[in-house]
């Protein structure tokens, strides 16, 4: 009974996301969606609808919020099993990764893959790079992803793909890397990279959605599964990155996929990719001779 239950409230917050968005295509739709959302009771309404389709106000009210109608998440089989297809394709977003990384693809000696699911992001770039054979690349994941990152690496024949259990390993690495994954984490990126001892030399952020404005709290929906994101402002993680040593190189739109926001279609954004290098007076002395 709870289940079905379950089930339909999730069916109408679909139905009422999809009418919200298809609202704020029309001609003022966005501000007479911004209006209801002013108005308490309204908008109070128009949540109870949206059911796990609604905004929170951080990722942690969000996942418990979710579980309550959707129990799966990262851990769901599907989620693993389109990671293994992604293994075996090169995707258009990862083109301007691979162009602005190709300079420095022979010297790396260090890569820490955050939120790298199953390792399946080494394999394009391997096949496109030619990565050295001295790399180590280490995936960090929540812990049930070890067994299948290793497994994986085992069936493919690759001994420079690991697990890491720790973000102090990303210490000082030659590249930090987060892929469609910033969103999942409630810290601005450059908040991660500040707790470390060192920081990476490269730093690169791709596939992700970003927020207009001031960041927002939200939900991917599945087929049978639910993720808690976070869009955080896109010009806040630029300037955040840029206060503790790194430059912008690159900016690049990603077409694949789009996040919008039912209640907040003022801040919906395309997803972005970002390619930094920490500035040589940031740089230990030892790795800029």
């Known amino acids: 009974m709870a289940v079905g239950l379950n089930r339909m409230r999730v069916g109408i917050g679909s139905s009422t996301a ?27 309404s128009l949540r109870g609808l949206l059911c796990v389709y609604q905004p929170f106000p951080d990722i942690e009210t969000a996942t418990k919020y979710i579980r309550r109608f959707i129990p799966a998440g990262h851990e769901h ?5 389109q990671l293994k297809q992604f293994a075996d394709v090169t995707r258009e977003s990862d083109y301007p990764v691979l162009f602005y990384l190709c300079g420095y693809a022979s010297g790396l000696s260090t890569v820490f893959d955050l939120g790298g699911g199953i390792g399946n992001l080494f394999y394009p770039y391997d096949r496109e790079l030619r990565l050295p054979a001295t790399l180590r690349w280490m ?25 890491s259990r720790r973000m102090e390993d990303a210490s000082g ?15 601005e990126l450059a908040v991660i990279l500040g707790r470390l001892a060192e920081l990476p030399r490269l730093a ?22 639910v993720h808690a994101c976070k869009l955080h ?7 955040g990155m840029e206060a503790i040593g790194y430059r912008l190189i690159a900016k690049w739109p990603v077409h694949e996929r789009a996040s919008r926001v039912p209640l907040r279609p003022d801040l919906n954004d395309t997803y972005w990719g970002l390619f930094f290098v920490l500035d040589a007076d940031r740089r230990p002395k030892d790795a800029s001779q």
């Open 18 to 44: 999809v009418g919200l968005r298809a609202l704020a295509r029309l001609p003022h739709g966005t501000r007479l969606i911004r209006f209801m959302a002013r108005h308490p009771l309204i908008e109070r």
């Open 77 to 81: 089989s599907d989620v693993v099993s």
């Open 139 to 163: 995936v960090h994941d929540l812990p049930d992803k070890e067994e299948i990152v290793l497994q994986f690496a085992k069936s493919r024949n690759e001994h420079r793909v690991g697990f």
């Open 173 to 187: 690495v030659d590249l930090f890397i987060v892929s469609g994954a910033l969103h999942y984490f409630e810290d």
């Open 204 to 225: 690169v952020v791709n596939r992700t959605p970003f927020s207009r404005a001031e960041p927002i709290v939200t939900t991917q929906v599945g087929d049978g599964y």
């Open 233 to 239: 402002s896109l010009a806040g993680t630029i300037a």
